[in-house]
């Protein structure tokens, strides 16, 4: 059975915390990790909280994510950097590369900069909030491993890159929207698989190419709207692979093969400063002005009403403040155990269980 437990915040973050700390993490990478994965599950991005921990710890106790990285920050130019990752826990990792961009966005106006070498970095949305926050608009997205089958294609080429963007909103919430450009992320099938529930036909394919229902058969990903998915996803990874001198395309490394090496993963920010371009007051009440628009936008049939994209986050925050956040009782059971597993994920297929 898939009972839930739902747990507060706080509860949340000590379990992954613990956990993290016993694989091998230090305190303060834990706790950035934690406030991460918390993020994720409290915006209802469950792909991309409390069910990765499992396998991350593995990765980290098996030295595959460099529990005491090196970081440097090489500027190449007034609003150009690479951020060198050694490798850390990629949330980490990610979080001080954004710093490193806001810094230089809010002096020089914009900021692209690169993560090379990184690990797995979870949602995009929690970066370009923290970006939107600033007063910034934000750009991410990412390099995950090859397991899209192209357009027309019958084996993986791309990973199932994604983007975020941010733009900051008077007397609200920055609007945050992120996505994978597959139609559901590799996370989502991994939630189905720990509910042991069916997906929709049109998410995935097996191991023939044929569309299948069963999460455990999955063997390649569907981009979204076809070819335009699929041009997304090459962008992405001509942006924060080709253009970082990293692994790309069906090169980029796997996120189940061997987990005590390094993912050498590339990670792009691009952030824009407003306020070189209008009055940064008067852009804010426009977002948000917009953002209302929609949301008295006339609803279709069978709709409520309208929700400006990635509101959805939000309605689920709202509903999690009250009751608290769901957690599926086995990760549950796993969090609060004294378990790091040590071969759980050390399969050579880069669809384990
Ligand atoms: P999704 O399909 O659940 O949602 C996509 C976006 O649409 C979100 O911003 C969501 O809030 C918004 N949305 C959904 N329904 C809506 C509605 N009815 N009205 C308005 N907005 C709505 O997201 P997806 O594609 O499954 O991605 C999940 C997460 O996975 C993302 O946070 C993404 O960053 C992350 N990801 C990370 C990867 C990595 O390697 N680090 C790889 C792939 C995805």
Redesign the pocket.
């Known amino acids: 059975m898939n009972k839930e437990v739902r747990l507060s915040n706080e509860e949340l973050h000590n379990l992954i915390c613990n956990k993290v700390k016993s694989a091998g993490l230090q305190e303060s990478h834990a706790e950035e990790l934690a406030k991460h994965l918390v993020y994720?599950d409290r915006h209802g991005?469950h792909?991309?909280g409390a069910v990765r921990v499992d396998y991350y710890s593995e990765r980290i106790a098996k030295g595959g994510i460099n529990a005491h990285p090196t970081f440097d920050f090489e500027k190449t130019g007034e609003s150009t950097g690479i951020f060198h990752g050694d490798n850390g826990m990629g949330h980490v990792v990610a979080n001080e590369a954004l710093k490193e961009a806001i810094t230089m966005a809010k002096s020089s106006g914009m900021a692209a900069v690169g993560v090379s070498r990184t690990s797995?970095?979870?949602?995009?949305?929690y970066y370009v909030k923290k970006a939107a926050e600033q007063d910034l608009v934000a750009i991410s997205m990412?390099q995950?491993d090859p397991m899209v089958v192209p357009f027309g294609g019958a084996e993986p080429y791309y990973?199932?890159?994604?983007i975020?963007f941010g733009a900051p909103r008077k007397g609200a919430e920055p609007v945050?929207?992120?996505?994978?450009t597959?139609v559901?992320?590799?996370?989502?099938v991994l939630d189905a698989r720990s509910k042991n529930e069916p997906i929709p036909d049109n998410w995935a394919v097996d191991e023939s190419g044929e569309p299948t229902t069963d999460p455990h058969m999955v063997r390649g990903l569907l981009p979204i709207s076809g070819p335009k998915g699929y041009g997304l996803m090459m962008m992405v990874d001509i942006l924060s692979g080709i253009l970082l001198g990293l692994p790309f395309g069906k090169d980029v490394s796997s996120m189940y093969n061997d987990l005590s090496v390094g993912r050498d993963l590339g990670q792009l920010f691009i952030l824009i400063d407003p306020a070189r371009f209008t009055d940064i007051e008067l852009f804010k009440e426009q977002v948000d002005q917009s953002m209302n628009e929609l949301n008295h936008i006339k609803p279709a049939s069978g709709f409520d009403r309208v929700?400006?994209?990635?509101?959805?986050?939000l309605v689920k925050a709202e509903e999690y403040e009250e009751n608290g956040i769901p957690v599926v009782a086995d990760i549950h059971a796993y969090l609060t155990s004294a378990t790091v597993h040590f071969d759980k994920y050390a399969l050579s297929s880069p669809f384990a269980d």
């Open positions: 994720a991005i792909s991309h797995h970095t979870g949602t995009m949305a990412c995950s990973g199932t890159n994604p975020g945050v929207f992120d996505m994978a597959t559901q992320a590799w996370g989502k929700m400006y994209p990635g509101e959805l986050a």
